[in-house]
């Protein structure tokens, strides 16, 4: 089966960067996403690595390291709407489609 | 809006209860995922339909059923409902041609078992 482990809770201010890590044990999947989630509704995509290294989408990026079954979500100038939960999801290979997902960490920005 | 539709939005009933919950894909997606999200168990897989046929299962309970109809829309079923099956229930879908991990959310049904 897949775990993924994310820190519960993380607070930044505002204009700050801020990295959100997942580590994960699987046997072998296709890639990590990243999705967000503001109270209450639904979980919206930002990130995909499918290989190991950095990859950037606005003020966003995404790391993946395969070899340390490890990978960061990395939101730079932190805006007040970023307050939110992030999700880090694999699919895993063999099992159809379906996203396991991370335990979440909930981002909190301060002024 | 991500385009994927569900309801109703809010669901309010008894133990021992059936209920339907029902969901929409984005136009041209064929893959329809049931999710379920409580406090403890976090965003849980439930099951994928594509285009009609059931294609992986998670740990979805004896007592929920889903189908997916020919217009693509599906619909879970929850039985015997208790207190415990309390929560937000989304359904995703994606798209045929593009990457299964992108999947796009709709805005969830919750659930309240009394």
């Known amino acids: 089966g897949q775990s993924l482990e994310q820190p519960s809770e993380v607070t930044a201010v505002e204009g700050a960067i801020v990295q959100i890590n997942c580590t994960y044990q699987t046997s072998g999947f296709y890639g990590l996403s990243w999705y967000q989630q503001h109270d209450g509704g639904a979980p919206t995509f930002l990130s995909y690595?499918?290989?190991?290294g950095l990859e950037e989408t606005g003020r966003f990026s995404s790391f993946l390291s395969r070899s340390d079954s490890y990978g960061y979500l990395l939101l730079q100038e932190l805006q007040m709407k970023d307050s939110a939960s992030y999700f880090c999801a694999v699919r895993a290979a063999g099992g159809g489609n379906k996203l396991t997902f991370g335990t979440g960490t909930q981002l909190k920005v301060e002024l | 809006d991500s385009g994927v539709t569900q309801t109703p939005k809010h669901l309010i009933t008894a133990t021992g209860q059936r209920v339907t919950l029902r969901c929409s894909p984005r136009?041209?997606?064929?893959?329809v995922y049931w999710y379920q999200q409580s406090l403890d168990q976090g965003l849980q897989f439930l099951i994928q339909?594509?285009?009609?046929?059931?294609?992986a299962k998670g740990n979805i309970l004896e007592r929920f059923s889903a189908q997916q109809f020919p217009d693509l829309h599906s619909e879970l079923n929850l039985s015997s409902l208790e207190l415990g099956d309390s929560a937000l229930y989304f359904c995703a879908s994606s798209a045929p041609s593009g990457r299964a991990d992108t999947q796009y959310f709709g805005p969830g049904t919750r659930l309240t078992v009394l």
């Open positions: 339909y594509y285009n009609g046929e059931e294609r």
């Open positions: 136009s041209g997606d064929l893959s």
């Open positions: 690595n499918a290989l190991d």
